[in-house]
Nanobody
Framework: QVQLVESGGGLVQAGGSLRLSCAAS????????MGWFRQTPGKERDFVAA????????RYADPVKGRFTISRDNAKNMVYLQMNSLKPEDTAVYYC?????????????????WGQGTQVTVSS
């Protein structure tokens, strides 16, 4: 059973930056695709970014392209999301997810394990 724990969320002014971290336990994530999703009340959980097991393939949702960067450190069982130039519309609960498949998918149905989420609030 893979366990994921997000951290690094908080309150930041528009234009600021945050780095989210996702720590995996129990198993190595070296063979897993990893992704970040976000959700606001009453909305679906939307894709943000994904990275393949090796880090060779990366995908971003259009609203965050050029502002967010996903990365991973398999030796540490960690995945990161660097968020720059934050906007109020980035406000959401951010979730880390792991997939049994090596590819980093933009579809949430491809993910098998999810963290509990971390709140990101961007003030105007």
């Amino acid at each position: 059973q893979v366990q994921l724990v997000e951290s690094g969320g908080g309150l930041v002014q528009a234009g600021g930056s945050l780095r989210l971290s996702c720590a995996a336990s129990r198993v190595s994530v070296i063979n897993y695709g990893m992704g970040w999703f976000r959700q606001t009340p009453g909305k679906e959980r939307d894709f943000v970014a994904a990275i393949s097991s090796s880090g060779s393939s990366i995908r971003y949702a259009d609203p965050v392209k050029g502002r967010f960067t996903i990365s991973r450190d398999n030796a540490k069982n960690m995945v990161y999301l660097q968020m720059n130039s934050l906007k109020p519309e980035d406000t959401a609960v951010y979730y880390c997810a792991a997939s049994r498949y090596a590819v980093g998918s933009s579809s949430r149905v491809m993910y098998d394990w999810w963290g509990q989420g971390t709140q990101v609030t961007v003030s105007s």
